[in-house]
């Protein structure tokens, strides 16, 4: 473990900066991270950088990070495994990772955010600047949604986690009807005549729920086929959902949705 507790570094416009930590077994990634934040993310003082689980263990315990820069693939530990290992987390958390298609739609459940490598500094910019904004974010939840994502790849997980101008809604898959585009945004018609607006576009919600029982039927909607409680004939036809709602649908998608359903009922 390197400790870098002493930089000097310039605050944040309330008057404090975030103390971080990097974890990550490969060199270069964590030295060119670490510059990166130097020179782009001045407000983010690099307290200490670890190479494997069980020094970031013990860092952890020692200079009680505001965030962690954690890499998932390590030998040994790997970072969900070093997670688990923590009594509790009150520290903000971004992966680091090399493509991984599994562990990224783990961590897409989770709304936690990540980074590619190499990493880019926009994102990284970005990132940060997320955490800024959700240091009241419910971790502990978010973390219950990706730890149980990736000890169960073949089953789905009951719930997601999504962005909300107010900060993270945990919303179970089964109480959502359907999902409408609003440009970068997209409204969520759930069970008990309730909605919410979430900060991501119908596509994201799209990928997020696609082993569940969701289909897109027009380029502004998908629904929750178990919430179909009528279809009715038309040039694309309509969709009557279990909340009275009318959708409808695109002459494209129409042979897909009743394929859908015809097999539904087999």
Same mark, same amino acid.
């Given at each position: 473990m390197?400790?870098?507790?002493?930089?000097?570094?310039?605050?944040?416009?309330?008057?404090?900066?975030?103390?971080?930590?990097?974890?990550?077994?490969?060199?270069?990634?964590?030295? /060119?991270?670490?510059?990166? !934040?130097?020179?782009?993310?001045?407000?983010?003082?690099?307290?200490?950088t670890?190479?494997?689980?069980?020094?970031? *263990?013990?860092?952890?315990?020692? *200079?009680?990070?505001?965030?962690?820069?954690l890499?998932?693939?390590?030998?040994?530990?790997?970072?969900?495994?070093?997670?688990?290992?923590?009594?509790?987390?009150n520290?903000?958390?971004?992966?680091?990772?090399?493509?991984?298609?599994?562990?990224?739609?783990?961590?897409?459940?989770?709304?936690?955010?990540?980074?590619?490598? +190499?990493?880019?500094?926009?994102?990284?910019?970005?990132a940060?600047?997320?955490?800024?904004?959700r240091?009241?974010?419910? !971790? +502990?939840?978010? !973390?219950?949604?990706?730890?149980?994502?990736?000890?169960?790849?073949?089953?789905?997980?009951?719930?997601?986690?999504l962005? /909300?101008?107010?900060? !993270?809604?945990?919303?179970?898959?089964n109480?959502?009807?359907?999902?409408?585009?609003?440009?970068?945004?997209? /409204?969520?018609? *759930?069970?008990?005549?309730?909605?919410?607006?979430?900060?991501?576009?119908l596509?994201?919600?799209?990928?997020?729920?696609?082993?569940?029982?969701?289909?897109?039927?027009?380029?502004?909607?998908?629904?929750? *086929?178990?919430?179909?409680?009528?279809?009715?004939?038309?040039?694309?036809?309509?969709?009557?959902?279990?909340?009275?709602?009318?959708?409808?649908?695109?002459?494209?998608?129409?042979?897909?949705?009743?394929?859908?359903?015809?097999h539904?009922?087999?």
């Open positions: 390197t400790n870098n507790s002493n930089r000097q570094i310039p605050p944040l416009g309330g008057g404090g900066f975030i103390n971080a930590i990097i974890v990550d077994d490969e060199a270069h990634s964590y030295k /060119t991270l670490d510059a990166m !934040l130097k020179r782009y993310c001045p407000q983010v003082n690099v307290a200490a670890c190479t494997n689980g069980a020094d970031a *263990l013990k860092a952890i315990k020692q *200079l009680n990070p505001d965030l962690v820069f890499d998932v693939e390590m030998p040994k530990m790997n970072g969900f495994e070093m997670l688990e290992e923590l009594p509790s987390v520290f903000h958390l971004i992966f680091v990772t090399s493509y991984d298609a599994y562990a990224l739609k783990a961590i897409r459940f989770s709304a936690i955010d990540y980074l590619l490598k +190499p990493v880019d500094r926009e994102e990284l910019q970005k940060v600047q997320k955490v800024m904004q240091m009241d974010a419910p !971790l +502990p939840e978010q !973390l219950k949604i990706i730890l149980e994502r990736m000890h169960h790849p073949s089953s789905s997980s009951n719930k997601i986690a962005p /909300t101008m107010e900060g !993270l809604q945990m919303i179970a898959v109480t959502i009807i359907s999902c409408e585009a609003d440009d970068n945004y997209t /409204t969520l018609m *759930l069970k008990n005549n309730k909605k919410i607006v979430v900060s991501c576009t596509k994201v919600i799209e990928e997020l729920l696609e082993e569940h029982a969701f289909i897109r039927v027009h380029r502004s909607f998908l629904v929750n *086929l178990d919430e179909i409680e009528k279809y009715v004939k038309g040039d694309g036809g309509y969709l009557v959902m279990s909340d009275g709602s009318q959708i409808l649908i695109s002459r494209n998608k129409k042979e897909e949705l009743l394929k859908k359903l015809l539904d009922k087999e």
